[in-house]
């Protein structure tokens, strides 16, 4: 046992991570993927002073109990719905989180989703593999083309800007609500314009959710915003769970109330609701937006940034970059 203070990772990690903690923290990293339960999780958080954390380890008050030690928990993930900041900030505890280095990524897997679902490659690719293809048919498997149709965005943070800018090579125009206008700067660098939810409910033909998943936001997307849509439209979740009423989306994709989605991320992942197993007019991925080799990498770059400059080492020595709640350092 040294005196050096510990530091947990609960995910495997990438190659040179340990090694760039290992000077300053007696590391534990886990090699194999796995949930911990939260009584598993509270006996790991004990006699940590730092944890790297990822979105299946939910922590709060519990978990903290025996944390006495417990300095900083750096967030794998920009999103940071599986921490109950208030339970942590009350005992003193910092908060990062990986904003900004995703951002690019998961502005690609919005549009990929986007794409995918407008040209039906999912459904087109499933019967190729399932060997129905024998011949070559002029009007099979017609899409609807992007150019020219309204991008919508709801939640217009960084990733929504990062969106909305790829829309001008595309030909779309672009509208976005947020709860608080951008400046025009901003909108003018995103060829976006802000209106209100309904507004952007009823003229979007694609809806693209940026948003955090906040207690204001769960089902922000319910029967009545879907009701609100066009029947043409196709909406795209690459932010949380939660957001959208699975259920409610099931049945208006299901009675055709709604052309398509295209979803990341699923209420109560990754369990899904049976209903959009289905369908074939919504495309499915494992919560991966941010999963490039690049943006993998720099997400643990980042947390473990953090953790070191919270206790005076590394490039932000002192300054910790990612930090939630600042009131606790
Ligand atoms: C995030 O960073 O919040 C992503 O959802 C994790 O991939």
Known sequence: MTDKPRVWISRPTF????????????VVAESEERAFNRSELAAKLA???????????????????????????????????????????????AVSNTADVLNESVADFAWALMLGAARRLGAAERWLRAGHWQATEFKAWLGTDVGGCTLGILGMGRIGQAIARRAVGFGMPVLYHNRSQLPEAVELACHARHVDKAQLLRESDFLILTLPLTAQTRHAIGAAELALMKPSAMLVNVARGGIVDDA??????????????????F?????????????????LSPHIASASQGTRRAMTAVAVDNVLALFGHGPHAGKPPNILNPNVL
Do not use: C
């Open 267 to 283: 209420e109560g992942e990754p369990a899904l609701h049976p209903g959009l197993l289905q369908l074939d007019n919504a495309v």
């Open 248 to 265: 409610a989306l099931v049945a208006a994709l299901r009675e055709r109330r709604l052309a398509g989605a295209a979803l990341d991320v």
């Open 47 to 93: 006699g940590q002073d730092a944890v790297i954390v990822g979105l299946k380890d939910r922590i709060g008050a519990a978990e903290i109990a025996r944390a006495e030690r417990l300095r900083i928990v750096a967030n794998l993930a920009v999103g940071y719905d599986n921490i109950d900041l208030d339970a942590l900030s009350a005992a003193g505890i």
């Open 15 to 26: 190659p040179g991570i340990v090694a760039r903690l290992e000077p300053h923290f007696e």
